[in-house]
């Protein structure tokens, strides 16, 4: 069944009901429109959200970022975050594939139903003027028989009239022919137009008009068909990113599964551990003696109060529930308890290590550079160098001596020292390369691969003992070459037990299966501890 068929005399509906139909898309495209202005407030706002509580750290974050809990709520922002992209994503598809594409195909429709509209207007102007061409003929034909009857009449009655003459009676005859003859000739007209206006009429009804309306007909159907596909590309559209949106749910699932409240625990221990012993008995003063204060024999040789354990900290308060003061800080971190102060000499040492690594590559460039200035003048000045070689040479004795001195330091904080050491390469301001311990001492030995890192070794050596129990496990997550005395080596992946946890000095001591034993860099390992 189709319109031109079923349909052929509902011109004026079928007009309205294409109207409509293209209404109803462009009320489609406004609610799609606003449901993407929902999706990007949304995203902005769930951005901003993740912004405001994932700000800059301030020093007060610096010592809970080690917190699984800390963690895991940063990593649930970056989930949020990238969510929020998501959600721009469907507005932009749904903007793009729906909105765009949509407002675009209604251009052409509404270009396209105009032309049919146009069409069908023009074959019924036609069909009008025929009709009224019909019309005029008939009427003269009307008109003009009417008169062929009154001159036929009006002859008779003259013919029959004794006192008309001759003349007057072939007079009435000649015009009563003639208007007989132009009565005939409107016959024959009307008759032709009336042939015509049937067959345009035949033509309008079962053929152009039909053919308009099977036109519409098609249009409206690849409108709905449209608009079809864009209601599921509503859906697709979202369906296309929950995979996406699925796995950032699953980052947030991931992320509250990963806080471990017994790591966390000694992560506060590691941090905040002072080091200091538990205050001993305090003795009786027996004023009524007279005598002095001896030594309890429930202390064993304890201090014998918070003041006397607290040595360099004697000034400050011991009470543990009392509000302590902001204590000075120091350049040899005096300041902080025991435990802490060998983390933070340690942290110190390191950072030294490295800034004097530095300064010796530097050196041996410039010494390097230096030499080819002097066999190739062509090249530069090895003058314009001098200043550079003065400087850096300064900036490695002024490191050397701030190593010696946090060493020192470290060494009466009781830490093993087991710092990263530089390789002593440096040069004179002349620009001769000289090899130097790190002490300043001439060495004889060859200068050692600038890829390797030299490290310290360990005072205290293992002796056989009965093997201790694991307290954790560990799993490398770099190489380690194990070269110094007290160190073992490790590949990446090795799995390993954890035999004595990390002082606060940045190693842990790791065995193999085969019961080799040894320090390890606690920062080249993922290490869990045993609840």
Same mark, same amino acid.
Not at 116 to 145: G, P, V
Not at 407 to 421: Q, Y
């Given at each position: ?39 990007? %407030? ?10 405001? =509580? ?7 974050? @610096? ?5 699984? $809990? ?20 469907? &507005?932009? %598809? ?11 195909? /209604? ?6 139903? #105009? ?18 061409? /019909? ?34 009676? @072939? ?13 005939? !000739? ?7 137009? *009336?042939?015509? =206006? ?29 608009? &079809? ?20 749910? @699953?980052?947030?699932? #991931? ?14 221990? !590691? ?5 200091? !012993? ?6 009786? !003063?027996?004023? $009524? ?11 064993? $040789?304890?201090? #014998? ?39 933070? *000499? ?9 800034? *004097? ?7 041996? +460039? ?19 160098? &001098? ?15 701030? /190593? ?38 001439? $060495? ?23 093997? +201790? ?63």
């Amino acid at each position: 069944m189709d319109w031109g068929t079923e349909l052929w005399d509902q011109c004026d509906i079928l007009e309205k009901h294409t109207q409509s139909g293209l209404e109803l898309v462009e009320k489609y495209v406004k609610f799609v429109k606003e449901r993407t202005e929902i999706e990007q %407030n949304y995203a902005k706002q769930l951005r901003n959200l993740s912004k405001k =509580y994932n700000l800059k750290r301030s020093s007060k974050d @610096e010592a809970d970022c080690r917190l699984s $809990s800390f963690q895991a709520l940063l990593d649930i922002l970056n989930e949020m975050n990238d969510y929020a992209g998501q959600r721009e994503l469907i &507005a932009e %598809n749904m903007m793009m594939n729906i909105c765009i594409d949509l407002t675009k195909y /209604l251009q052409e429709i509404k270009q396209e139903r #105009k032309t049919y509209l146009m069409e069908a207007k023009k074959a019924q102007q036609n069909l009008e003027i025929t009709y009224k061409q /019909l019309d005029s003929s008939k009427k003269r034909f009307e008109r003009e028989w009417r008169e062929a009857e009154r001159a036929a009449q009006y002859a008779e009655k003259t013919d029959q009239d004794i006192n008309a003459t001759k003349a007057d009676v @072939e007079k009435a005859k000649q015009q009563a022919h003639m208007r007989a003859h132009v009565a005939e !000739e409107c016959k024959n007209d009307y008759a032709a137009q *009336l042939q015509k =206006y049937n067959k345009e009429q035949h033509q309008f009804y079962f053929n152009d008009m039909p053919v308009i309306f099977n036109k519409l007909q098609d249009l409206d159907e690849r409108r709905v068909r449209k608009l &079809a596909q864009g209601y599921n590309l509503f859906s697709e559209t979202e369906k296309h990113v929950m995979p996406i949106i699925g796995k950032c749910l @699953e980052g947030i699932t #991931k992320a509250g599964t990963s806080v471990n409240e017994r790591n966390d625990s000694m992560v506060i221990i !590691e941090q905040n551990k002072s080091g200091f !012993e538990r205050p001993g008995d305090l003795d009786f !003063e027996d004023f $009524s003696q007279g005598i002095s204060r001896t030594s309890s024999d429930t202390s064993l $040789s304890t201090p #014998k109060g918070p003041m006397d354990l607290l040595g360099k900290n004697r000034g400050k308060n011991f009470w543990l529930f009392s509000k302590r003061s902001k204590p000075t800080v120091t350049e040899d971190f005096t300041h902080l308890p025991p435990e802490q102060r060998r983390k933070r *000499l340690q942290l110190k040492l390191d950072e030294i290590v490295k800034e *004097l690594q530095k300064e010796v590559d530097q050196s041996e +460039a410039l010494g390097k550079m230096k030499d080819v200035y002097e066999k190739n003048p062509q090249m530069g000045d090895p003058a314009s160098l &001098a200043s550079q070689i003065t400087q850096t040479s300064q900036n490695i004795e002024r490191l050397r001596a701030e /190593l010696n001195k946090y060493e020192t330091w470290l060494a009466e904080a009781g830490g093993r020292g087991e710092t990263l050491r530089y390789k002593p390469h440096v040069f004179n301001n002349n620009g001769s390369h000289d090899i130097h311990s790190p002490d300043g001492a001439h $060495s004889d030995e060859s200068t050692p691969d600038t890829s390797q890192a030299i490290y310290a070794e360990f005072d205290d050596d293992f002796e056989d003992e009965e093997l +201790a129990a694991p307290i954790g496990t560990c799993t490398a997550m770099y190489n380690f070459p194990g070269a110094s005395e007290g160190t073992i080596s490790m590949q990446e992946g090795e799995e390993l037990e954890v035999v004595e946890g990390d002082k606060g000095d940045g190693w842990t001591r790791v065995r193999r299966a085969n019961g080799d034993e040894g320090y390890i860099p606690t920062s080249y390992g993922t290490i869990t501890l045993f609840k």
